[in-house]
């Protein structure tokens, strides 16, 4: 696989000029329609508030205007006004039974039709502590001396807007009809009824508004179907109105709320925290009567919900050009790459020394050409020194083999023995004693007459071996050994372990970073004979580990396959781990095993399962 190949760069580079021109687009698009519809929307919003102030306050001025009726016929005999400014030189009674000529009966029954919002009416004397009530057409009166006349925030009696509240009978206590107790939310207006020209109170009188008409205006303001929400709060912060029912009777109580309160007349801001992320648009009034804040709030998901879906529909359709476009550069590169891919093929064979190998590229373009013409100067290169270079490779070949032949392991015993016996004789004990190490190894390792042994000599060959690897690394080595003496008469296949632990050391010790830790391990279970060398390596790659276990666990012949061409498995690491399993399934069928798993937090365990009842006895 070439790192830098042609093929690589001419798919980058064509996704990158299709990706980048699309994905700039969409994000501007996205950046410029979450832009327009946040300017449309503070334009829209504030006028829909400013619409909905001038609406609400229409109502309440409506409802303010009927409560000053009151003072109509002021210097009439007959009328309300003079009755009760008598009250403050003769108390009134508090008589149960109205007639059809009682004033106090009289006016609310106007009042209470002049609009159909209203749901009771309470007019209290102070002189003679007398309640008024109409509610729905039934009237009572009655002595109420705990009746407090309700005042507003600054504790004077001045006409003010109660916040949202259920309907009580204020403190009167005759029985109504049960129809006429119907628990609901009121808004109510106070009025006081001043003895002109001063300000000494003669009456209070009390309108209870039904919500239907105040609700109505208000959920023209926000969208009832989205996550938009609306307030309308007093001075005190108390509900008005509030699109959450479960607002009322509280006060706001936001984390944006100390901010709301700094700010004057209409206007917006944005506000962004756990809680709430958008947009707060806000629109103060003032009457005589009342002081009101609107609070509008809309969050980003319902003022981009627009932006987000055209960005979606956008995304989906680049995705698809983009589909398009991956597929044309896919086949583009591969028709340009392909015929140079056959050519690098071509050359590795030629690399190998056949340089009579046939191309197969029938491109008439540039790289045809070159393919031809390289397969001409092949060809003219094989007849010119192709005689001449097996000559040479074979005169040196029988040059090498004459000298191998000439060294054999008789040799090598008697100078490894003269050379430990120089050593001991200069003290060098260490010496001796590792020449003698490695004299034994190769006794071992190079007796080709038996294929066979127990299993306790292949353990001291393997302790032999790491004996020699612990000189190399001493302190950042540590070895451990576990060896049932039940299992050291087994017979076992020679040089078993000693590729195993050999490959802790090609492929999984990283020195120095770390201690080295290996563990050999035998023992005897359910009629197998159980091998385990485990070690702290860095293991093995999840996607090599499944290569090996699947070719490990297949049935082996006894022969190695070479590695298929593309393979990710280290092929010295497999050829050792493939012939251990091969001659173990020589000698004791296909019942034996080798096991590989990753250990952690890091290493490897490698486990040897043999059947004992087949190869695998006592000797």
């Known amino acids: 696989m070439i790192r830098n190949s042609i093929r690589k760069k001419l798919i980058f580079f064509l996704l990158a000029a299709t990706i980048i021109p699309i994905g700039a687009s969409i994000a501007v698009s996205n950046l410029y329609t979450k832009r327009s519809v946040t300017d449309a929307t503070i334009d829209e919003n504030s006028s829909r508030l400013e619409l909905g102030k001038n609406n609400i306050v229409s109502y309440f001025n409506t409802i303010n205007q009927l409560s000053l009726s009151v003072y109509g016929g002021i210097n009439a005999a007959d009328s309300l006004y003079t009755y009760l400014e008598k009250t403050t030189t003769k108390p009134v009674s508090s008589n149960v039974i109205a007639t059809s000529h009682d004033l106090v009966y009289l006016h609310l029954f106007s009042l209470s039709q002049a609009s159909k919002d209203i749901y009771q009416l309470h007019l209290f004397i102070p002189s003679g502590s007398q309640s008024n009530l109409w509610i729905n057409g039934f009237f009572r009166r009655e002595n109420n001396p705990d009746y407090k006349v309700p005042l507003d925030r600054n504790g004077e009696a001045n006409a003010f807007i109660e916040p949202t509240h259920i309907n009580t009978q204020y403190g009167m206590k005759f029985s109504l009809p049960e129809s006429k107790t119907i628990k609901e939310p009121v808004i109510t207006l106070h009025r006081p009824i001043y003895m002109t020209p001063t300000k000494v109170v003669i009456a209070m009188l009390s309108i209870d508004l039904k919500m239907d008409s105040f609700n109505r205006i208000c959920e023209q303001l926000y969208n009832l179907n989205g996550r938009e929400r609306l307030a309308i709060t007093d001075d005190a912060g108390s509900y008005l109105y509030s699109s959450k029912p479960a607002d009322y009777g509280t006060k706001l109580n936001q984390n944006w709320s100390a901010r709301l309160a700094k700010t004057k007349g209409s206007g917006h801001f944005i506000w962004k925290d756990e809680s709430f992320s958008g947009i707060i648009f806000y629109d103060h009034l003032d009457t005589p009567y009342m002081k009101a804040t609107i609070i509008k709030q809309i969050p980003y998901s319902d003022l981009y919900s627009t932006a987000t879906t ?310």
């Open 310 to 619: 055209l960005t979606r529909i956008n995304t989906l359709i680049a995705a698809g050009f983009l589909l398009i476009a991956l597929i044309g550069t896919v086949f583009i590169s591969f028709t340009l790459t392909e015929p140079i891919k056959r050519l690098i093929g071509y050359m590795n064979k030629v690399q190998t020394g056949n340089l009579t190998v046939p191309i197969e590229i029938r491109n008439t373009d540039e790289i045809g050409l070159l393919a031809k013409r390289m397969q001409s100067m092949m060809e003219t290169i094989d007849q010119l020194i192709l005689q001449e270079y097996r000559l040479e490779l074979a005169n040196k070949t029988n040059q090498l083999k004459a000298l191998q032949a000439q060294i054999n392991p008789h040799f090598l015993y008697n100078a490894m023995q003269s050379i430990g016996t120089q050593a001991l004789q200069g003290n060098a004990h260490k010496t001796y004693s590792l020449i003698t190490l490695l004299a034994k190894m190769m006794r071992y390792s190079m007796t080709t007459e038996e294929t066979e042994v127990r299993l306790e000599r292949e353990v001291q060959h393997v302790l032999a071996y790491l004996d020699l690897q612990k000189e190399r690394f001493g302190d950042q080595l540590n070895v451990e050994t576990s060896f049932a003496p039940e299992t050291m008469n087994i017979v076992v296949p020679k040089m078993l372990l000693q590729p195993i632990v050999e490959n802790y050391f090609k492929h999984g010790y990283t020195g120095g970073v770390q201690t080295g830790e290996i563990k050999i391990t035998s023992a005897i279970q359910e009629d197998m004979l159980v091998l385990e060398v485990m070690d702290n390596g860095r293991g093995i790659e999840s996607d090599v580990l499944a290569q090996l276990v699947e070719k490990l666990t297949g049935e082996q012949d006894v022969m190695i396959a070479e590695e298929p061409e593309g393979s990710i498995i280290d092929k010295s690491a497999s050829i050792g781990l493939m012939n251990v399993i091969a001659r173990l399934r020589l000698y004791n069928g296909q019942d034996a095993q080798i096991i590989l798993n990753n250990r952690e937090p890091a290493g490897l365990s490698v486990t040897v399962l043999i059947p004992l009842q087949r190869g695998g006895t006592e000797q």
